[in-house]
Nanobody, 121 residues
């Protein structure tokens, strides 16, 4: 019903930048929040950043001042601009979209397949 596809991961040196993109498509009536989570080696998945359809943003303390989340509602796309990357940012980054479907009542969370971000020291 809904597909969520991320792109933009890769290998970068410490201090470098990457921009992640995520687009949701399918039987979408509207999307509430979109966001990014990450799971590093041996760690649990953690919330990195979210943005609502109205533009309200929430970021994990450790990425404030370095990461920026933005959204294009017309394209059902969310972006994560990551600057001043650190080795501890190394993780698989997962996008989520909280979707209202065209053919079903309720809001449902869909996840992307994940994109690897590796920061070398």
């Amino acid at each position: 019903q809904v597909q969520v596809v991320e792109s933009g991961g890769g290998l970068v040196q410490a201090g470098g930048s990457l921009r992640l993109s995520c687009t949701a498509s399918g039987s979408i009536s509207s999307i509430n929040a979109m966001g990014w989570h990450r799971q590093g080696p041996g760690n649990q998945r953690e919330l990195v950043a979210t943005v609502t359809s109205g533009g309200d943003r929430n970021l994990k303390d450790s990425v404030k001042g370095r990461f920026t989340i933005s959204r294009d509602n017309a394209k059902n796309t969310v972006y994560l601009q990551m600057n001043s990357l650190k080795p501890e940012d190394t993780a698989i980054y997962y996008c989520n979209a909280d979707v209202r479907l065209t053919n079903r009542i309720g809001t449902f969370r869909y996840w992307g397949q994940g994109t690897q971000v590796t920061v070398s020291s």
